[in-house]
């Protein structure tokens, strides 16, 4: 069964998709612009208000491309539209949040302060001492800078101290019993 494949993304008005050579896109909306270099395998091309991609053959590599390639599009057009957003908890007894200009401090129970520069494109909120919110256009970013964050003090098993992420559900261990 051999059939080349076609994945399309539908455009809302406010959304441009501009194809370079080589497979260079550049995505422009409401929320900012944002450019990634995509597989030169695939075509890609853009219709009224549709984005066409399609695979040259039905090879397994090919297909997986395929299917990645469409992915990154999507997100791109997706963080231009609405932008990505997430969320961090800190818990412990002493641990806070806070800005100064353009850089994330965090106390986390270390004998310094936890500076983080935020990257550019990215904005985060200080809900309050124990919770931010990183926002975005770039899915990858912001995943990765909250990463980062969350790296510095993972929960803890026992108590359930750390940065976690909005929502995350931390298997607690019992502690040791006195005999």
Do not use: W
């Amino acid at each position: 069964m051999s059939r080349v494949g076609n994945k399309i993304i539908k455009l809302t008005d406010g959304i441009s998709v501009d194809v370079q050579p080589g497979n260079f896109v550049v995505v422009k909306g409401p929320k900012g612009e944002i450019s990634q270099q995509l597989c030169p395998q695939m075509t890609i091309k853009v219709e009224d208000r549709d984005v066409k991609i399609t695979r040259p053959s039905d090879t397994q590599e090919l297909r997986t491309l395929h299917g990645t390639t469409r992915a990154l599009l999507h997100n791109m057009v997706e963080g231009v539209t609405n932008g990505f957003s997430k969320g961090l908890e800190i818990e412990g007894t002493g641990y806070r949040v806070s800005l100064k200009g353009k850089v994330l401090v965090i106390a986390a129970g270390y004998s310094h302060l936890l500076e983080f520069p935020i990257p550019e494109g990215l904005t985060v909120e200080v809900l309050n001492p124990n919770e931010l919110v990183i926002k975005g256009v770039d899915k990858q970013a912001v995943g990765q800078f909250a990463a980062e964050v969350r790296a510095k003090r993972k929960p803890e098993p026992y108590l359930g101290k750390g940065i976690r992420y909005k929502g995350e559900i931390i298997r607690r261990k019992e502690g040791k019993k006195a005999k």
